[in-house]
């Protein structure tokens, strides 16, 4: 049966491993891997054995991947799947519909879940209020944005239930617009805002609150 001859630290990559079989690269592997297999010089592998530390491998690259991948900002799990499937894609040289059957991207997005790094729920409520934060945007776009990003309709809409006072994150929207339209008539501001509004996500309600709001104070 084959045996580990040795194991070397790879120089550019700290905590990865060389795995050496009969005295030839067989894979490499980080420091989980070795500690979880008892991989060490002497240790008899079978072709199996080899196989499977070999997936179980490109399994923790992924992982450590979408990691960083993570770090940027909070992503949903379609962002993370898609992710995945161009990275799969490309390093194996097939089709995008190829590379999404691969069994592994579960895997990873299993081990991310059940350690706290994905979370839907906890994405679309970071989404919503970065979406009403500097430049708002309305529920409708939101919206939008939620759903092609993968996210279930339910959370969505949860999240979405969450923003307080869209009158006044209408204003908000359209307040820095008001110096421009002043000189405006009061029938050509009220197109200007709704019109400008509605491109922003609100619905009509909030819309006519708001001209309502903005009349007043012409």
């Known amino acids: 049966m084959p045996q580990v001859t040795s194991i070397e630290p790879q120089k550019r ?3 990865r491993f060389n795995i050496y079989v009969d005295g030839r690269f067989s894979f490499a592997a980080d420091e989980n891997l070795l500690a979880k297999n008892m991989l060490s010089v002497g ?6 054995d080899i196989e499977r530390l070999i997936k179980e491998n490109e399994a923790g690259k992924l992982f450590d991947a979408s990691l ?4 940027y900002r909070p992503r949903s799990e379609k ?3 898609d992710f995945l499937v161009k990275k799969i894609a490309r390093s194996e040289n097939i089709k995008f519909n ?8 579960s895997q990873v997005i299993t081990r991310l879940k059940k350690q706290s790094f994905l979370n839907d729920e906890e994405f679309a409520n ?3 209020k970065a979406r009403t934060g500097s430049q708002p945007k309305g529920p409708y776009v939101i919206r939008k944005e939620l759903i092609n990003k993968g996210v279930d309709k339910e959370i969505i809409e ?4 969450k923003i307080k006072n869209q009158k006044d994150l209408g204003y908000k929207v359209i307040e820095k617009k008001l110096q421009s339209w002043k000189k405006l008539t009061n029938h050509k501001l009220k197109k200007k805002v709704y019109e400008h509004l509605a491109r922003r996500g609100f619905d009509s309600k909030t819309i006519n609150e708001v001209i309502a709001q903005i009349v007043k104070k012409v």
């Not at 960083?68 to 770090?71: E, I, K």
């Not at 190829?98 to 991207?105: G, K, L, N, T």
């Open 13 to 15: 990559r700290q905590g």
């Open 43 to 48: 240790k008899s592998l079978s072709e199996g």
């Open 68 to 71: 960083r991948f993570l770090s």
């Open 79 to 81: 962002e993370v799947c």
């Open 98 to 105: 190829q590379a999404s059957q691969s069994p592994v991207i």
């Open 126 to 128: 970071w989404w919503v």
């Open 158 to 161: 949860k999240a979405i239930s």
